[in-house]
Structures are given as structure tokens and as C-alpha cells.
């Protein structure tokens, strides 16, 4: 009879302390990126697929991205945790005020000098700490961090088509690849769409609605992926983007804002990068500071500030980078400086205050509550919750946990498992009775 108690009892522990330690273990963690997906993306197109997410997960209302609303930028927050003005990531172009040295948003995936200003990102601490980690596509991505580089990084062609679904599979496989049979523990997947649609065609065209569909049957893909390499119980999901998109306003619906009516740029001005949508930037001359600051501050549709005294929650004042002037256009408005020469439908990097900069959080995996419907929050906490999901200590940043971690399954699942113990044992004590 006492062996038979102690066997029961020894049978109980044990299935009960075999979840236990699997919830201890350390899971995978696969962040996607869909460059400029707005928030409401999804509520005028039939998308089975990310419908199912939210019933198998977590979907955030919606999330907000660090001003600026730009891909470089805030890409780098979502990888670092950092606030803008600290890693310094300050515009899609890498620029040098002193010697007006201007290079294109592409040409900087290369460059360690424009991403590399002391702030770690996410892959080099994981790594620090004994972790694999790789990036396909991913900002930033593709340089060195102090000396240190990614375990893998694919880098875009310069002539990367961004809708080829085809090649989107190919990436998903490949990736799966990398977790299933190489172990990777850290996989940050970027696509180009649906922002390249939005700029090229504005948000409100039928042909974003078709990359949207196309990104929802890309999931359905994953999801069967991610079955086909048995990583079901291991692999945690977080899709994310960077921004949202608004429609530009032109003419003849509105009067078009062009700079050269309101300051002679050539003269009051040593460094300028104005003609890339609504956010401006400009080095004034010697002591014209103040002039070029009220002349811009009499120009309709935009708002103009001084570095030192933009508003605290843009986290944007104390960068060193930064030029000494800002401006930001209104909702829609584009910044011209001399002539129109801006084709763009839709553009971002606008107030990111404004519902249309909002953009996407999703997550599932064996870590993730299911159907769980999150308040906003800022995409800065995404940082803390990928180093808990990873079970690393993080680097320094701006982020907080306390605002993610309520989408963990964690300690519900510990506490589901002592409640199934508490009920073995009551039922083994009344059977011995
Ligand atoms: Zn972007």
C-alpha cells in the first residue's frame, strides 16, 4: 500500500514537473516586419488569415511608432528599445551637415557609420549572451555594431523587387530553415510591402487592398511552415511595422507648400533635406537661426522647431545629429522647396500622433495568450518584451515591460499547472481512503 502511494504520488509530480520545466525553456522568437502597414489595413479587406491570429494570439488595437514616422528610424526603436534622439538613427538618408554629403535610403543598409552610434541593437546583445541570431532584410541588419556583425545578415539588391510572393514563400522557408535546422534562436524577417503600394498608389487604392491579401495568404503560409518544421511548440511570433500612410494632398485640392516663398534657402540655409515628404530638416547659417525660424513660422500647413525646444515626447531633442531646425507638415502636406517635384500618392513620416502613422502589432506562439485584444501602446516596449521572450538581460533602453508582459501565457500556465497538481493530489487522497 505505502509503495503504491509513493509510485501514484511519484506519477503525479512528474507529469505535472515535465510542463513545468518546458515553460521554463527557452522558446524562438521570429519578428516580421511589413514596411508601412497601417493600423486599419485590414478592416476593408477580407484577410482570413490575420483574422485567425487574433483568435490564436495577440492583436494590439493598434501601436504608435516614434516620431519619426520614418522606416530607418523606426525600425531602429523597435531593435533597440531607444527613443530616436539616442540611437540617432535621425532620417532614412544618411546626411553630414558639414561637408552636405546625402546618401539614399538604400545605400545606408551598408553603412556602420550612419547605424552604429554605441546603442546595441537587439541581435548583438541576444548574441553576447550565447545566442544565434540573424537578420533577412531587416534595417539595420546588415553592419557592424563596436566591431560586432550579426550572425547571418541578408541584405536587399539595390533592385529588390518588394511584391514578388513567390520570393516572400521563399524567405519564409528559408527562415524556417534556419530555426529548424541550424538552431538559430533570433530570426528578424523584413518585407517591403504593403509601403511601397501605398506610396506609389496612395492608401486608399484598390491595389494596396491586393497586397494586403497577398500579405494575409503570405501568413497562411507561415503558419503552415511553421507546422511543417515541427517548431509549433517553440517558435514565438511577432509581426510588427514601422508606420502608417496618408494620402498627399495636391494640388488643385489644396495650395501646395513651397518653401522658397517664405525664405531664400540659398542664403539663409547651409544644409537642407526638404523635398522627402512632410518632415524637413535644415542647418541655417551663421547666426540666421532665428530668421529662418520666423520665416518658416509664417508658412501655412506645417509646424516649425527649434531642436532644443521641440516638445519632450518627441524624443527627438537631445540627438546630436539632428540639424538645428525641424519642420514637420501637416496631415498630408508634402514639403516642397523649390518646384514640385514630388510624385508620391501617399507618404508617412507626418505627426505620430496622427491615427493615420498608427501601425500593427500581432504575436502568437507558445508564450502568447490567445485571443487577446491589447490597448495601444508605444512600439518602443516591443524591445523588453522580445529580450523576456528570449530570456535575456536587455541593454539599456526606453522601453517597459510592464506594458507588454500582460500578453504572456507565463504564469497562467504555472498556475493552471498548480491547480491540476492541487486537484491529482485531493483526488489520490480520496482514492487511498
Ligand atoms: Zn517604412
Known amino acids: 500500500m505505502e509503495l503504491e502511494l509513493f509510485l501514484v504520488v511519484a506519477a503525479v509530480l512528474c507529469a505535472a514537473g515535465k510542463p513545468l520545466s518546458k515553460a521554463a525553456a527557452r522558446n524562438k522568437l521570429l519578428l516580421i516586419s511589413f514596411d508601412g502597414f497601417r493600423w486599419d489595413y485590414d478592416q476593408d479587406v477580407d484577410t482570413p488569415n490575420l483574422d485567425q491570429l487574433a483568435v490564436d494570439g495577440v492583436k494590439a488595437?493598434?501601436?504608435?511608432?516614434?516620431?519619426?514616422?520614418?522606416?530607418?528610424?523606426?525600425?531602429?526603436?523597435?531593435?533597440?528599445?531607444?527613443?530616436?534622439?539616442?540611437?540617432?538613427?535621425?532620417?532614412?538618408?544618411?546626411?553630414?551637415?558639414?561637408?552636405?554629403?546625402?546618401?539614399?535610403?538604400?545605400?545606408?543598409?551598408?553603412?556602420?557609420?550612419?547605424?552604429?552610434?554605441?546603442?546595441?541593437?537587439?541581435?548583438?546583445?541576444?548574441?553576447?549572451?550565447?545566442?544565434?541570431?540573424?537578420?533577412?532584410?531587416?534595417p539595420g541588419g546588415?553592419?557592424?555594431?563596436?566591431?560586432?556583425?550579426?550572425?547571418?545578415?541578408?541584405?536587399?539588391?539595390?533592385?529588390?523587387?518588394?511584391?514578388?510572393?513567390?520570393?516572400?514563400?521563399?524567405?519564409?522557408?528559408?527562415?524556417?530553415?534556419?530555426?529548424?535546422?541550424?538552431?538559430?534562436?533570433?530570426?528578424?524577417?523584413?518585407?517591403?510591402?504593403?509601403?511601397?503600394?501605398?506610396?506609389?498608389?496612395?492608401?486608399?487604392?484598390?491595389?494596396?487592398?491586393?497586397?494586403?491579401?497577398?500579405?494575409?495568404?503570405?501568413?497562411?503560409?507561415?503558419?503552415?511552415?511553421?507546422?511543417?518544421h515541427h517548431l509549433n511548440d517553440s517558435l514565438n511570433v511577432i509581426i510588427t511595422s514601422d508606420h502608417g500612410m496618408?494620402?498627399?494632398?495636391?494640388?488643385?485640392?489644396?495650395?501646395?507648400?513651397?518653401l522658397r516663398e517664405y525664405l531664400n534657402l540659398i542664403k539663409l540655409a547651409s544644409f537642407e533635406i526638404l523635398d522627402y515628404g512632410g518632415f524637413g530638416i535644415l542647418t541655417p547659417r551663421p547666426g540666421k537661426e532665428q530668421e529662418v525660424f520666423d520665416a518658416l513660422s509664417n508658412a501655412p500647413n506645417l509646424t516649425v522647431y527649434k531642436k532644443n525646444e521641440m516638445p519632450e515626447n518627441f524624443h527627438l531633442g537631445k540627438s546630436k545629429r539632428l540639424p538645428p531646425i525641424v519642420v514637420v507638415a501637416d496631415l498630408g502636406f508634402n514639403l516642397n522647396s523649390r518646384f514640385i517635384v514630388y510624385v508620391n500618392k501617399g507618404d508617412h513620416g507626418f505627426?505620430?500622433?496622427?491615427?493615420d502613422m498608427k501601425t500593427i502589432f500581432r504575436a502568437f506562439g507558445?508564450?502568447?495568450?490567445?485571443?487577446?485584444?491589447?490597448?495601444?501602446?508605444?512600439?518602443?516596449?516591443?524591445?523588453?518584451?522580445?529580450?523576456?521572450?528570449?530570456?535575456?538581460?536587455?541593454?539599456?533602453?526606453n522601453g517597459s515591460l510592464t506594458v507588454t508582459e500582460n500578453m504572456l501565457s507565463g504564469g497562467s500556465h504555472r498556475a493552471r499547472l498548480s491547480v491540476a497538481l492541487l486537484l491529482s493530489m485531493l483526488l489520490l487522497m480520496f482514492s487511498l481512503l
Open 366 to 397: 507558445p508564450d502568447f495568450k490567445k485571443n487577446l485584444l491589447s490597448e495601444p501602446f508605444d512600439s518602443i516596449h516591443i524591445y523588453p518584451l522580445m529580450c523576456k521572450l528570449l530570456q535575456i538581460e536587455p541593454a539599456p533602453h
Open 61 to 138: 488595437k493598434y501601436i504608435t511608432p516614434p516620431m519619426l514616422t520614418m522606416t530607418s528610424p523606426s525600425h531602429f526603436t523597435t531593435i533597440t528599445g531607444r527613443w530616436v534622439e539616442d540611437h540617432e538613427v535621425v532620417h532614412n538618408m544618411m546626411f553630414n551637415t558639414s561637408t552636405n554629403q546625402k546618401v539614399p535610403h538604400k545605400l545606408t543598409m551598408s553603412r556602420s557609420e550612419w547605424w552604429g552610434n554605441g546603442v546595441l541593437p537587439l541581435w548583438i546583445t541576444a548574441q553576447n549572451q550565447g545566442l544565434k541570431t540573424a537578420s533577412f532584410h531587416y
Open 351 to 355: 505627426h505620430n500622433g496622427e491615427m
Open 246 to 258: 496618408t494620402t498627399i494632398k495636391k494640388r488643385p485640392q489644396v495650395d501646395e507648400i513651397i
Open 142 to 228: 546588415g553592419v557592424k555594431y563596436r566591431g560586432q556583425t550579426v550572425n547571418r545578415a541578408l541584405l536587399e539588391e539595390l533592385n529588390h523587387p518588394d511584391d514578388n510572393e513567390t520570393e516572400w514563400r521563399q524567405n519564409i522557408d528559408t527562415v524556417m530553415s534556419w530555426f529548424s535546422e541550424e538552431d538559430f534562436d533570433l530570426v528578424t524577417l523584413y518585407y517591403g510591402e504593403p509601403d511601397n503600394v501605398g506610396h506609389a498608389k496612395g492608401p486608399d487604392h484598390p491595389d494596396r487592398k491586393k497586397i494586403i491579401q497577398q500579405i494575409d495568404r503570405t501568413l497562411g503560409y507561415l503558419r503552415e511552415a511553421i507546422s511543417l
